[in-house]
């Protein structure tokens, strides 16, 4: 028997299901490989206190890891939110001490709902300890800009420059997504030599937690898989504009992307690929 590919992700958990461990996992079933999780923190707002990020030991993270890496193994790892220095730090160490081979490292800092998902002396650690082990990383606008220094990024043009700067921190690929400006969805790769762009229409729809982990995660498994980085993002992208095209919602709060849609209406979303080297 062929098994599939083993693919972990290290991030927080969303108790509404749209984002998180729970895209990725729902993401990973849907590529068919094979998904394992280790918990950073759960995501989940207190009534009462407000409080909500509510981070995992790192005794705790450690444990999940070596369950994992002990009774199943790893192809591949995506990290998503981390929050702090410390999970940075062993997150970091786990993965170098096992010689994973595809890393993918999804920086998140900022929420759907701007909402502030990794402390500012997490900053450095992820920028000299993470990124520079990653097969490719995959900031949005608002990521990029704080990696950069703050620099503002209104432009296609700013991507593609943002692409090439962030290059310099050590990650094989960038990819800049492009999703928070005016205009078609465009996203901008570079690695190390081409710079490609892939573009999709705009979807009006305000349904879309959890695209960026999706996303993040339909990369680590085509990657995974033997894909090349363009042919994973490009596939990945077409998954994710689809999942989002069917997005929905329970309630008035913002809903899901549909991680199903793809395979349920037999639907590859077409994106326009342009390579400029």
Do not use: W
């Not at 409080?51 to 009774?71: D, P, R």
């Not at 994973?100 to 999804?106: R, S």
């Not at 573009?199 to 990369?219: F, H, L, Q, V």
Request: charged fraction near 20%.
């Amino acid at each position: 028997m062929n098994y599939p590919v083993r693919v972990m992700t290290i991030a927080g958990s969303a108790a509404g299901g749209s984002a998180g461990i729970q895209a990725d996992l729902k993401t990973f079933e849907e590529l068919d490989v094979y998904g394992m999780s280790i918990i950073t923190a759960i995501v989940g707002r207190h009534p009462e206190t407000n409080k909500n990020v509510h981070l995992q030991s790192v005794e705790a993270i450690e444990a999940q890891f070596s369950t994992a890496i002990n009774q199943v193994g790893a192809d591949g790892v995506k990290t998503g939110m981390l929050f702090s220095k410390e999970v940075i730090e062993v997150v970091a160490r786990l993965i170098r001490k096992k010689e994973i081979q595809t890393v993918v490292v999804d920086p998140v800092m900022i929420g759907k709902m701007n909402s502030k998902l990794l402390k500012d002396d997490a900053i450095e650690e992820l920028v000299h300890q993470l990124i520079p082990m990653a097969t490719i990383i995959t900031p949005n606008v608002p990521e990029a800009s704080i990696l950069l220094g703050g620099r503002e990024l209104n432009t296609v043009d700013d991507l593609k420059q943002a692409a090439i700067d962030l290059h310099k921190l050590g990650a094989k690929s960038v990819l800049v997504k492009g999703g928070r400006l005016e205009g078609p969805a465009v996203d901008v790769l570079f690695d190390g030599t081409a710079l490609t762009t892939f573009t999709a229409p705009r979807i009006d729809t305000i349904n879309t937690s959890g695209a960026g982990c999706t996303y993040s995660a339909a990369i680590t498994a085509n990657l995974t898989k033997g894909q090349a980085v363009a042919e994973a993002v490009g596939l990945a992208k077409s998954f994710v504009t689809t999942a989002i095209e069917h997005g929905f919602s329970y309630t008035d709060i913002v809903g899901p992307t549909f991680h199903a849609a793809s395979r349920k209406f037999g639907e590859a979303h077409p994106i326009k690929i342009e390579t400029l080297t």
